[in-house]
C-alpha cells in the first residue's frame, strides 16, 4: 500500500500536474450548451463560479466525442474542431482565475433515449437491450470500436488544443466504456469481450492514443464503478473493478474518481430524495419514453420514489463502501465522489487513507464557492440531496431546484454582485 499522505487543504498530484488542494468539482452535465453542442456565455458563466470560489480542480460534465455518443440536448460536445475555440473562453477564463480544468470525455452506448437526442442508431458492445428505457442498440464492429478509439483521441488532443489541464475518460454509470466493462452489457466473442484483459482492451487503446497524441505529460484519468449494483444480472463487484483498476495503472492511467451503479440499478449514484427529482424527470427526460414506460412512471411516480427514497438514502461520502479497496492496490490518486457535505468528512475520508481526495457535485450546485466556504469556515447554501438538479437533467439547465436553498444560492450570488 502506498504512503498517502494526509489534509484536505495539502496539495496532491496528478501525473504531471500539482494541485493545490484535494476538494474537486465533479462532473455535472451542464445543459448549456447550443444546439450543435457548442460553449455559450451560460456554460462560461457556470464555470466562473466555481473558478472564482477558489476550486483547485475542475471537472467539466460529460463532453460527446461523437454526435453518436450524445445523450442528451444542450450537451457539451468535442467532436469537431469547430468546437476548440469556444471551449478555451472556458479555460482561459479557470485559469484566470488560477484554477485548473478537466474535460469529461464520453460516448453514452446505449444510455440513451433516441427521440430525446434525436439519435439515428444506439450502438453497445453487444446488443442487450437497457431494460430502464427500453433502447436496442446494435454491437459495434470491430472496425467501428478502432474508429471509436480514434475519436477519444482526437476529442483529447481537441481539449489540449483548447487549453484543459487533462481529461477523464467516462468508464462508470453504464456509459458506453462501461458496458464494455461489465459482462452484463458486453457478451462479445472477440478480443473486446471475454475475459478481464479483453474487456479492458478498449480503455487501454484509448489511454494509448491519447498518450501518442497529447504526450505523457497530459493528464489522464478514469471515472469508474466501485460496484455495478445489477442484482440479477452479471455486474461487476469491487474485486473485479480493482483488478480493472490495477490495470488501467498499468497502462499509463494518472488517477481513477470512484462512484456506483449503471442507469439500471437506479439511483446509487446520487443517494438523497426522488420526489421532486421524478416529479421533474417526468415531464423532462422521461418525457421521449416509450408510452408504456413513460405512463407507467406518470402512474406509479409516488409509488417509485417512496421505494428509491427508502433504497437509496443520503448518507455523507456513500462511495466510501468501496474507495478505500482501490487506495490499498493502486498507487496513483483515487478520488471518491457521492454524498460528501462537510469538512469533517471530507478530511476524515483522506485522513483515514480511505481515498486522497474527495470530489463533490450537488453541492458544488448549491453553493458554487463551496471550496472558498469550507477552507475559510463560511456557510453557504447548503445540498439537502433533494435531487431537484437531477430531475431537470438534459432539459433544464444544471442548477439547483430546491424552493429555500436555490433562494439562498440566488441571494448570495446577488450580494456578490452588488460587492
Ligand atoms: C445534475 C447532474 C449532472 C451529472 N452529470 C454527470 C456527468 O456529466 N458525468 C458524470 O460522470 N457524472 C455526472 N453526474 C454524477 C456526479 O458526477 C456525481 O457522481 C453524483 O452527483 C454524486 O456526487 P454528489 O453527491 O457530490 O452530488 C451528474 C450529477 C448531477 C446531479
Redesign the pocket.
Known amino acids: 500500500m502506498p504512503d498517502r499522505p494526509t489534509g484536505l487543504f495539502s496539495p496532491i498530484r496528478i501525473g504531471a500536474l500539482e494541485l493545490p488542494a484535494r476538494l474537486f468539482k465533479?462532473?455535472?452535465?451542464e445543459t448549456r450548451a447550443d444546439a450543435a453542442g457548442r460553449v455559450t456565455d451560460a456554460v462560461v458563466d457556470f464555470y466562473r463560479l466555481l473558478a472564482k470560489g477558489g476550486t483547485p480542480l475542475i471537472i467539466t460534465?460529460?463532453l460527446y466525442v461523437t454526435r453518436q455518443g450524445k445523450s442528451a440536448p444542450r450537451q457539451l460536445g468535442v467532436d469537431d474542431d469547430d468546437k476548440v475555440a469556444g471551449l478555451r473562453r472556458v479555460t482561459d477564463m479557470v485559469h484566470g482565475h488560477g484554477g485548473r480544468i478537466f474535460a469529461?470525455l464520453n460516448h453514452c452506448g446505449r444510455q440513451v433515449v433516441p427521440d430525446f437526442v434525436g439519435a439515428p442508431e444506439v450502438v453497445s458492445a453487444s446488443g442487450v437491450t437497457d431494460l430502464l428505457t427500453g433502447t436496442r442498440p446494435r454491437a459495434l464492429g470491430a472496425d467501428e470500436i478502432a474508429a471509436l478509439v480514434t475519436a477519444f483521441a482526437d476529442a483529447a488532443g481537441r481539449c489540449q488544443a483548447a487549453g484543459f489541464d487533462g481529461v477523464q475518460l467516462?468508464s462508470?454509470?453504464g456509459y458506453l466504456l462501461s458496458q464494455f466493462l461489465t459482462p452484463y452489457t458486453n457478451r462479445r466473442g472477440d478480443a473486446y469481450g471475454g475475459d478481464l484483459e479483453n474487456r479492458t482492451r478498449i480503455h487501454r487503446e484509448i489511454v494509448a492514443a491519447i498518450r501518442t497524441r497529447c504526450g505523457e505529460a497530459f493528464p489522464v484519468i478514469v471515472?469508474m464503478n466501485g460496484a455495478d449494483r445489477l442484482p440479477l444480472r452479471a455486474g461487476l463487484d469491487t474485486v473485479a473493478l480493482v483488478a480493472i483498476a490495477r490495470r488501467l495503472e498499468a497502462a499509463g492511467v494518472d488517477a481513477v474518481e470512484i462512484?456506483v451503479g449503471h442507469y439500471e440499478s437506479g439511483f446509487p449514484?446520487?443517494c438523497g430524495s426522488f420526489g421532486l427529482c421524478l416529479r421533474h424527470m417526468v415531464e423532462g427526460s422521461m418525457a421521449q419514453l416509450p408510452w408504456l414506460r413513460r405512463n407507467a412512471m406518470r402512474l406509479f411516480r409516488p409509488l417509485v420514489a417512496w421505494v428509491c427514497d427508502r433504497l437509496w438514502p443520503g448518507r455523507e461520502g456513500f462511495n466510501l463502501d468501496y474507495a478505500p479497496a482501490f487506495a490499498r492496490a493502486l498507487t496513483i490518486p483515487v478520488i471518491c465522489?457521492?454524498?460528501?457535505r462537510t469538512r469533517a468528512a471530507m478530511e476524515g475520508a483522506i485522513a483515514g487513507g480511505q481515498c486522497d481526495a474527495v470530489s463533490?457535485?450537488?453541492?458544488f450546485?448549491a453553493d458554487p464557492f463551496l471550496f472558498r466556504h469550507l477552507r475559510d469556515g463560511q456557510a453557504g447554501p447548503a445540498c439537502v440531496d433533494c435531487n431537484g438538479?437531477?430531475g431537470h437533467?438534459g432539459a433544464q439547465p444544471?442548477d439547483c431546484y430546491h424552493p429555500q436553498v436555490g433562494a439562498a444560492k440566488r441571494a448570495m450570488l446577488a450580494r456578490e454582485d452588488a460587492d
Do not use: E
Not at 337 to 340: A, I, L, M, R
Open positions: 465533479t462532473a455535472t452535465a460534465g460529460n469529461q467516462h462508470a454509470n471515472k462512484t449514484m446520487v465522489v457521492g454524498g460528501f463533490a457535485g450537488r453541492p450546485i438538479c437531477v437533467l444544471a
